[in-house]
Nanobody, 124 residues
Framework: QLQLVESGGGLVQPGESLKLSCAAS????????VAWFRQVPGKQREGVAC????????NYALSVKGRFTITRDNVQNMIYLQMNDLTPEDTAIYYC?????????????????WGQGTQVTVSI
């Protein structure tokens, strides 16, 4: 059974960095595109970044472009989100999601499998 488990969230100050990890199991990681999403209570889940199965194509939301980097290690079945220059507006629960079809999409409803999320809080 396909499983995604996020880790690496925490409390940081504005301007600091954080690296999130997503451990994939139950499927062959290099066959599935993966995306990172985030959600604030009361708001729609927002796509942050996505990466193709081979890792050779990525797409980013404008709000994080130039600050966040998505990568993957298909040997270790891990997907990462490096987040730099964080602001309070980046505070959210961050989820990784996987879908067998690569579309460069950052729309939540186009992803079939989801992790449980990890909290990121950016505050003084």
């Amino acid at each position: 059974q396909l499983q995604l488990v996020e880790s690496g969230g925490g409390l940081v100050q504005p301007g600091e960095s954080l690296k999130l990890s997503c451990a994939a199991s139950g499927f062959t990681s290099d066959q599935w595109p993966v995306a990172w999403f985030r959600q604030v209570p009361g708001k729609q889940r927002e796509g942050v970044a996505c990466i193709s199965s081979a890792g050779d194509s990525t797409n980013y939301a404008l709000s994080v472009k130039g600050r966040f980097t998505i990568t993957r290690d298909n040997v270790q079945n891990m997907i990462y989100l490096q987040m730099n220059d964080l602001t309070p507006e980046d505070t959210a629960i961050y989820y990784c999601a996987a879908d067998p079809i690569w579309t460069r999409s950052l729309l939540y409803y186009q992803y079939e499998h989801w992790g449980q999320g990890t909290q990121v809080t950016v505050s003084i």
